[in-house]
């Protein structure tokens, strides 16, 4: 029998990481390196992910930085081929490239306010290009090798919003106009439950495990007044710390959840338990 221990080393193993660049990505990022694989850092933004990949690569952990558009089927196939000529094979794709209206400030329709009714369809369409196609095309492009290989992991990143309704509430602010969560956010990550599952079971018998991590808020920044209406909600009555979504990331990537898949893990410090 296997030690518990050994079940989370992930030596010799090779994972890529999208959206590595940012602030949970380059958390993952270190965290599976810190296990032993060899870690992709793939980004839209090439010189960010080479960044973290020299990070890496100065504490002697093995790591490359590559640029990607996860919209671009070419270019998703392209992340792929430069995993294998690097590192001669892919066994984990963390998917965690996403728009996120507060942190892409400058992206299309995200200065407005958000609000449903005269939602820009073009800010729409390019959150689903990045969201949920961005997210089918880089499976699409990883599943390849892992099935030459006989095995592999896939984990896709949704969030709370994915689960429930956003609570417009905490966007609010007294004496300015009303500002929303995004109706794109909701409906991104709920179909990445959806694209999990299905990916799940059609490769039931093939020894490929797909499985989501849901995160709760975690902080970056906010300000006070929104960080004290989030905490107020939230069990443990607090926001995350942007570590504290690498256990749960290291599990589902590791052996140590080998009887896991088509299953959604969530690290929300109870928001969803209410």
């Given at each position: 029998?296997?030690?518990?221990l050994k079940k989370?080393?992930?030596s010799g193993?090779v994972?890529?990481v999208?959206g590595?660049?940012?602030?949970l990505g380059a958390?993952?990022?270190?965290t599976?390196?810190e296990?032993g ?7 839209v933004?090439?010189p960010?992910?080479?960044r973290?990949a020299?990070?890496?690569q100065?504490s ?14 070419e270019?998703t ?6 995993t294998l000529?690097a ?6 794709l ?16 995200t200065?407005?306010?958000g609000?449903f009714?005269?939602y820009p369809l073009?800010a ?7 969201n949920l196609t961005?997210?089918f095309?880089?499976?699409?492009a990883?599943?390849r090798p ?8 896939i984990?896709?990143l949704?969030?709370i ?7 417009q509430?905490l966007?609010?602010r007294?004496?300015q106009?009303?500002r ?11 179909g990445?439950?959806g694209l999990t ?12 495990r ?9 902080f970056?920044g906010h300000d006070?007044?929104?960080?004290k209406?989030y905490?107020a909600r939230?069990?443990l ?6 570590d504290e979504?690498n256990?749960a990331?290291l ?7 080998a009887?896991?898949?088509g299953?959604n ?10």
């Amino acid at each position: 029998m296997t030690s518990i221990l050994k079940k989370f080393d992930l030596s010799g193993r090779v994972a890529v990481v999208t959206g590595g660049a940012g602030l949970l990505g380059a958390e993952f990022c270190r965290t599976l390196a810190e296990v032993g694989a060899a870690v992709v850092v793939a980004d839209v933004n090439q010189p960010a992910a080479s960044r973290v990949a020299q990070q890496l690569q100065e504490s002697g952990f093995r790591a490359t930085g590559i640029g990607v558009d996860v919209t671009r089927p070419e270019s998703t196939q392209g992340m792929v081929g430069q995993t294998l000529n690097a590192f001669g094979r892919l066994d984990i794709l963390v998917n965690s490239a996403a728009m996120d209206p507060k942190f892409d400030t400058n992206s299309i329709g995200t200065g407005a306010s958000g609000a449903f009714e005269d939602y820009p369809l073009e800010a729409w369409k390019q959150a689903l290009d990045v969201n949920l196609t961005g997210m089918f095309l880089a499976c699409q492009a990883a599943v390849r090798p892992m099935l030459s290989q006989g095995d592999g992991v896939i984990i896709n990143l949704c969030s709370i919003y994915g689960l429930a309704g956003p609570d417009q509430r905490l966007y609010e602010r007294e004496g300015q106009p009303p500002r929303y969560k995004p109706v794109y956010y909701s409906v991104t990550k709920a179909g990445v439950l959806g694209l999990t599952n299905y990916l799940a079971t059609y490769y039931a018998g093939k020894n490929i495990r797909v499985n989501a991590l849901t995160p709760g808020g975690v902080f970056n920044g906010h300000d006070e007044e929104f960080l004290k209406a989030y905490s107020a909600r939230s069990v443990l009555g607090r926001m995350a710390e942007k570590d504290e979504m690498n256990g749960a990331l290291l599990f589902l990537a590791s052996d140590a959840s080998a009887y896991m898949t088509g299953a959604n893990l969530v690290v929300d410090g109870g928001w969803t338990a209410w």
